[in-house]
Nanobody
């Protein structure tokens, strides 16, 4: 069964840390770009971070130096380590994978659903 599941969110105080996981089953993240998106109520969906198959990473300016994206191929999981969290990081976080070997995409870009999308994971940072 193909699945893409986000996990690891929760409530945290400002300055705290969380590690989000995006775990795939039924397909591999190898040769894929994996993106983390977030959306807070009333706000637009934004790309927070991404990692490509060659290890190139991208970070939204406001999370640079605080968030780290990484990939564990053995576990078929992409992590988003979030530190020094701020209340403005509060949002629902989603992941999506874009394989280079296929026209299909997996997961979701907030409200845009691809194949085998998960429910996202809520991050709530209190001041």
């Amino acid at each position: 069964e193909v699945q893409l599941v986000e996990s690891g969110g929760g409530p945290v105080q400002a300055g705290g840390s969380l590690r989000l996981s995006c775990t795939a089953s039924g397909f591999t993240f190898d040769d894929s770009e994996v993106n983390w998106y977030r959306q807070a109520p009333g706000n637009e969906c934004v790309s927070v971070s991404s990692i490509s198959s060659d290890g190139t990473t991208y970070y939204k300016y406001s999370v640079k130096g605080r968030f780290t994206i990484s990939q564990d191929s053995a576990k078929n999981t992409v992590y988003l380590q979030m530190s020094s969290l701020k209340p403005e990081d509060t949002a629902k976080y989603y992941c999506a994978a874009y394989p280079a070997y296929s026209d299909r995409s997996y997961g979701r870009r907030c409200d845009v659903l691809f194949d085998y999308w998960g429910q996202g994971t809520q991050v709530t940072v209190s001041s």
